[in-house]
C-alpha cells in the first residue's frame, strides 16, 4: 500500500505525512527531500541551475522509482508534482496507491506562507498579504483541476491528529 499526499504548498502535507505514517507504522518520504538528498542540492539551487524543465524530468524519475518499489509507503508530493509530465496519471493507474487531496482555504494557506516565505522560493518575494493572498489564489485555481483528481479531498484546516483519523477512517 501507498498512501500519496497531495496539495498546495503549506497544506500540511509533510506535517500529515509523518504523522499518519507513524499511527500506521510506515516508512515516511517528502518527495522533495528524496530529490534534495539524491541530487546533492536544494530544490531551489536546481531550479537556478538547470531550470524547471529539468527538475520536473528528474521529480517525475524519483517518483516513478519510489512508486515502483515493494515498499509500503506515505509520500508527500511537492504541490506542483501532480500537475507535471505523467505524474497524475502514474498515480492514478497504480492499484497500490490511494492519493489524498489536503484542502486548506486560500486565506490560510496565504497566512502559513507569509509566515514562513523564507524557506518557499516561489512566494520568498511576495512583499504582503494582501498580494500573497492574490498569488495563491491565482496558483492554486490553476492546480485545483489536478488535485481534485485525488481519490479522495480532505479538509486539512485542522489539527494534523484529526485529518491524519479522517484519512484512516477512508483507507480502511
Keep these: 500500500m501507498k498512501i500519496v499526499l497531495l496539495g498546495y504548498m503549506a497544506s500540511g502535507k509533510s506535517l500529515i ?3 499518519l505514517a507513524k499511527v500506521l507504522k510506515m516508512d515516511y518520504l517528502d518527495l522533495d527531500d528524496f530529490i534534495e538528498k539524491n541530487e546533492g542540492k536544494s530544490i531551489e539551487k536546481i531550479f537556478m541551475e538547470k531550470g524547471e ?4 524530468k528528474i521529480e517525475n524519475s524519483y517518483l516513478q522509482a519510489l512508486i515502483s518499489s515493494k515498499n509500503n509507503l506515505v ?3 511537492g504541490g506542483g508534482t501532480p500537475c507535471f509530465t505523467n505524474n ?8 497500490e496507491i490511494t492519493t489524498f ?3 486548506v482555504p ?3 494557506l496565504a497566512k502559513r506562507l507569509m509566515s514562513d516565505k523564507e524557506n518557499r522560493p516561489l512566494v520568498k518575494y511576495v512583499s504582503n498579504e494582501t498580494d500573497m493572498l492574490e498569488f495563491v489564489g491565482k ?8 488535485y481534485n483528481q485525488a481519490h479522495f479531498k ?11 483519523e479522517s484519512i484512516i477512517t477512508k483507507l480502511f
Excluded: T
Excluded at 139 to 146: A, K, S, Y
Design 17 to 19: 505525512g509523518r504523522e
Design 53 to 56: 524543465i529539468f527538475f520536473r
Design 75 to 77: 509520500l508527500s508530493l
Design 88 to 95: 497524475l496519471e502514474l498515480l492514478k493507474n497504480n492499484k
Design 101 to 103: 487531496f489536503l484542502n
Design 106 to 108: 486560500v486565506s490560510e
Design 139 to 146: 496558483h492554486l485555481f490553476e492546480r485545483l483541476p489536478f
Design 154 to 164: 480532505m479538509d486539512a484546516n485542522k489539527p494534523k491528529e484529526e485529518v491524519v
